[in-house]
């Protein structure tokens, strides 16, 4: 088998590498849009809390929704391809955003907030120099689980016509090809590898040095 895998990287890498760029845009755009829902909205909701728990549920159910069947219920109503496999992965991507959004910033100490707001900052002001910067590492940790969960869900978007590196993996299985199968999800298990350690030297980056 492992000779067999040898050789179709040898004959398959244009495909390999295709596979891999439409697994990569699929994860990068829902991300980007994951993000840009989850962490103002995981913001607004500490200042929101009588409602927090009820939208934080309802993302929660939606998480609930075995990924098969919240693209099959795209179909219908977007088409096929890429967008309705966006929509998918961003639904997955939001929770575990959202909800350490939230967490994070709520466990912020509140004599730290108090001692901001008594040296006359602004609410802003204490959001972000001091609750954001002091919550990143759960934020942090909500993206980096978002990311591994959207990669690992991307592969499924080839059954909606999406492309990625599912198509390698589905081809496999149809063919009951071992080798085809390795050549998708060996790729996807590195992008995951990858990613998680980027973002964690982007926490490390970022995080307040203490003196």
Do not use: C
């Amino acid at each position: 088998m492992l000779e067999n895998f040898f050789m179709m990287l040898q004959n398959r890498w244009p495909e390999i590498i295709i596979g891999t760029w439409q697994h990569l845009q699929l994860t990068i755009v829902a991300l980007f849009i994951a993000n840009l829902i989850a962490l103002p909205l995981g913001i607004l909701l500490t200042r929101k809390r009588k409602i927090a728990e009820t939208i934080i549920g309802i993302t929660s159910v939606f998480q609930t929704i075995p990924s098969l069947a919240l693209l099959g219920f795209m179909v219908p109503l977007f088409g096929i391809g890429f967008g309705p496999a966006i929509i998918a992965l961003t639904v997955y991507g939001l929770l575990p955003i959202l909800r350490n959004t939230y967490t994070g910033i709520l466990g912020v100490d509140q004599s730290v907030i108090d001692a901001g707001t008594g040296m006359g900052m602004t609410s802003r002001q204490v959001l972000f120099m001091i609750e954001l910067p002091l919550a990143l590492p759960i934020i942090m940790a909500g993206i980096r689980t978002a990311t591994v969960m959207v990669i690992g869900v991307a592969t499924l978007a080839a059954l909606v016509g999406a492309g990625g590196l599912g198509d390698l993996i589905f081809r496999g299985i149809a063919m009951a090809r071992q080798d085809l199968i390795l050549a998708g999800a060996i790729p996807a298990a590195l992008l995951s590898v990858i990613f998680d350690y980027g973002l964690k030297k982007i926490e490390i980056a970022v995080q307040p040095k203490s003196k």
